[in-house]
């Protein structure tokens, strides 16, 4: 006879065998997180376990979805002083240990995501076994919420794996797939998912050996000479991407690492003292902010039932395989579609496939699915995907007419209910779909280059854009796992038209004697992944003169001579080794750092960020996009704009609306009138 226990999150039964079964099914959630209640009734039934004296101890998931996704982000909000986090820490970080320490075999048992938490509670067992599913991954993500693992993550993972790959892992906080986690030694065993349970069983029935780390791991990072060494090389990793004033957590992880060799007791009290201290910072709550905006984007207007058949999720055909089309087929593909390839000739789509096989090789390992991606691309050069397709994405060059050409001949052949959608950069939808008898089924679904990078999607309405094509072009996006931020159409939407004052500002500057290395370092200081000199040279100055072109006609914004100049001299940018900077044979820019002649002063950085900010209250203003959230969000993950401010307009509110305006008027008074403050201000 199997006996239950029903607690609100968790279900406990004993087996016939004398074996608890302990599944969390997290009450209202579709996702289990460690929230604090979830952690409060853990910590009761491994009492009541402990007291049963069983045989051992299994620990699964009831969702299907994945074991645990980590803390419950959305409590860190609760969290208003260091003493308040440092004692939930101690708190949780207490359950594991009474979990580690009970007497009998215990085993996690991992299908789906195991971050987090989640892992850390799982390290906490005496035994791991996950199944070999792709989805089935493991990591510490927590430097992306701008902390570090607090539930003695950082203490058991070093132990089992040592150092040099657990610090690898958590200061990345890049997450593997199992066969990966099961070649670092982060689990026992891996097993095809019908196998889970019974490999669990066996486990606690036989008592394997511990996995154990190899003398040489142990010595190569475990004595305070090798993390001493160790510990510089990653802090010198760690400063490539990430500032300390502005990223603090990889850095308080790396001394935590550091300064605790020996005792393992005085690196849990220390692990909670330096994350108590992370999570209550504006780096930390700016992080949390944007992980909520990426949540918001993932729920957009979702349709549950469009393109989920599993046998049969839809076709799509990409018309124009150029830079942008043959990517966005790759990428669609990867995602699981069957996609039909257009362009003019066949020898325009072979390079697209080229690239497509190289995108299929990295995502892919296992060739059954690398032979499966390849039967879903289909080059179609007579464009016979046309008539099956539910949405037909067109990507042809950047000209009205030959669109508009392109749209009339095709209009007659689109399914019923297929939506039309356009990548085009810069021209409105309401003038691209004048030319089609239903104007209703026109979108845009705008990328940014490189696809498999940029997680972002401007889905774009005109007037006559149809609201069930706009959610249904909302839904696709999240299908093919990107973040769908909707606008409305005008000139450069929301991202490049925010982006191009920036980069103008810039080439201001360039003009006015500052050097380009001058410029981007102000840039990358504030915060930015890449400085806007640099950035101009990699889309290209071609295309950078044509979208401000067209931005400056409409929004009487004026393009510096110099950008013109640059282009008729054939300086194009990283494309053909030649731009603002000139390019080395591996296509790197050569900077000369004696080129900075000083730090670069806030007042650089400010000129180019605060035209930003200009610009995005011109876009709110406009109702380019809905609030200042999605904006923040578009920025964020449309052009890297520093994270740790949680956008432009977060950074705004902190930094203060009436001075950062006085600071602009002050700007237009010396500058000119590219700084007058927006109406909206
Ligand atoms: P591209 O010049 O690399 O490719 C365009 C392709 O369309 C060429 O292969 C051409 O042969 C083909 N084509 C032209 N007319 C055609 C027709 N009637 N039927 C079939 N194929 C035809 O251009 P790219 O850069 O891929 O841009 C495509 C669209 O994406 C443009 O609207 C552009 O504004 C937009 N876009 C470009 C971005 C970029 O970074 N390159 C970023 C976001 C949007």
């Known amino acids: 006879m199997s006996e239950f226990t029903y607690y609100k999150n968790w279900q406990l039964m004993v087996d016939e065998e004398n074996i608890v079964h302990l599944s969390i099914d997290k009450l209202d959630a579709s996702t289990n997180v460690l929230s604090?209640?979830?952690?409060?009734?853990?910590?009761?039934?491994?009492?009541?376990?402990?007291?049963?004296?069983?045989?051992?101890?299994?620990i699964d998931?009831?969702?299907?979805?994945?074991?645990?996704?980590?803390?419950?982000?959305?409590?860190?909000?609760?969290?208003?002083?260091?003493?308040q986090a440092f004692e939930f820490i101690r708190y949780g970080q207490g359950i594991l240990d009474k979990l580690e320490a009970l007497p009998f075999p215990t085993v996690s048992l991992i299908d789906g995501f195991c971050v987090g938490g989640g892992l850390e509670l799982a390290l906490a067992c005496r035994y791991r076994v996950a199944t070999e599913d792709s989805r089935t991954r493991m990591g510490l993500p927590e430097v992306k919420l701008g902390i570090h693992p607090g539930f003695g993550g950082t203490m058991r993972l070093n132990r089992l794996i040592g150092g040099i790959a657990a610090m690898d892992l958590m200061l990345s906080g890049r997450t593997v797939q199992a066969r990966k986690a099961k070649k670092l030694?982060?689990?026992?065993?891996?097993?095809?998912?019908?196998?889970?349970?019974?490999?669990?069983?066996?486990?606690?029935?036989?008592?394997?050996?511990?996995?154990?780390?190899?003398s040489l791991k142990a010595l190569a990072s475990n004595n305070s000479i090798s993390r001493l060494m160790l510990a510089r090389q990653f802090r010198k990793q760690v400063a490539k991407h990430a500032k300390q004033n502005q990223y603090p957590a990889p850095y308080a992880l790396i001394d935590l690492w550091q300064n605790h060799v020996s005792s393992d007791?005085?690196?849990?009290?220390?692990?909670?003292?330096?994350?108590?201290?992370?999570?209550?910072?504006?780096?930390?709550?700016?992080?949390?902010?944007?992980?909520?905006?990426?949540?918001?984007?993932k729920a957009l207007g979702i349709e549950k039932d469009y393109m989920t058949n599993k046998k049969n999720p839809g076709h799509i055909h990409v018309i124009g395989a150029g830079v942008m089309g043959g990517d966005i087929a790759a990428w669609c593909v990867v995602q699981g579609f069957t996609v039909t390839l257009q362009d003019q000739k066949p020898e325009l789509i072979a390079p697209a496939l080229k690239r497509a096989k190289k995108l299929f090789t990295r995502k892919f390992k296992q060739?059954?699915?690398?032979?499966?991606?390849?039967?879903?691309?289909?080059?179609?050069?007579n464009g016979l995907g046309i008539e099956k397709a539910d949405i037909v994405i067109e990507a042809i060059v950047e000209d009205i007419d030959i669109k508009q050409d392109l749209y009339k001949a095709i209009e007659p052949r689109l399914k019923a209910d297929a939506i039309l959608a356009t990548n085009t950069s810069s021209i409105e939808l309401e003038a691209l779909s004048s030319c089609l008898k239903n104007p209703q089924r026109l979108v845009g679904i705008h990328f940014f280059n490189p696809i498999p990078k940029m997680q972002l999607v401007e889905v774009v309405s005109g007037e006559n854009t149809e609201q069930k094509t706009i959610d249904r072009a909302i839904t696709f996006v999240r299908r093919i796992d990107r973040l769908p931020l909707p606008v409305k159409s005008s000139p450069g939407f929301l991202v490049n038209r925010i982006l191009m004052p920036y980069l103008l500002e810039a080439v201001e500057l360039l003009v006015e004697g500052n050097s380009a290395e001058t410029i981007d370092q102000a840039a990358t200081d504030f915060g930015m992944p890449m400085g806007p000199i640099t950035l101009a040279d990699t889309v290209g100055l071609d295309i950078c003169l044509s979208v401000a072109t067209i931005l400056g006609e409409k929004m009487h914004i004026s393009v510096p001579e110099k950008l013109q100049q640059m282009v008729k001299q054939n300086r194009l940018g990283k494309k053909n080794r030649k731009g603002f900077y000139d390019y080395d044979d591996k296509g790197n820019p050569i900077k000369t750092p004696g080129n900075i002649k000083e730090r670069p002063t806030a007042l650089l950085a400010d000129r180019m960020v605060l035209r930003i900010l200009n610009e995005s209250m011109a876009c709110l203003r406009e109702g380019i996009v809905e609030d200042t959230e999605l904006l923040d969000a578009g920025m964020v993950f449309g052009t890297g704009f520093a994270p740790f401010t949680g956008g432009p307009?977060?950074?705004?509110?902190?930094?203060?609306?009436?001075?950062?305006?006085?600071?602009?008027?002050?700007?237009?008074?010396?500058?000119?009138s590219r700084f007058k403050p927006d109406p909206a201000w």
């Open 36 to 58: 604090s209640d979830v952690m409060r009734e853990l910590d009761l039934a491994l009492a009541e376990i402990k007291a049963t004296q069983p045989r051992g101890l299994l």
């Open 61 to 83: 998931s009831a969702k299907s979805n994945g074991f645990i996704a980590g803390a419950d982000v959305a409590e860190f909000k609760q969290i208003k002083t260091r003493d």
């Open 185 to 214: 030694g982060m689990i026992d065993h891996l097993v095809p998912k019908r196998h889970l349970l019974t490999a669990g069983l066996n486990m606690i029935k036989d008592q394997p050996e511990q996995q154990k780390l190899s």
């Open 265 to 297: 007791s005085d690196m849990l009290t220390a692990e909670a003292e330096s994350v108590a201290e992370l999570v209550i910072s504006d780096t930390s709550k700016n992080l949390v902010k944007v992980f909520f905006l990426q949540e918001r984007m």
């Open 367 to 381: 060739k059954h699915l690398l032979m499966s991606a390849f039967d879903r691309l289909h080059p179609d050069h």
């Open 649 to 672: 307009m977060n950074y705004l509110n902190h930094r203060g609306r009436e001075a950062t305006l006085q600071r602009l008027k002050d700007l237009e008074e010396t500058h000119g």
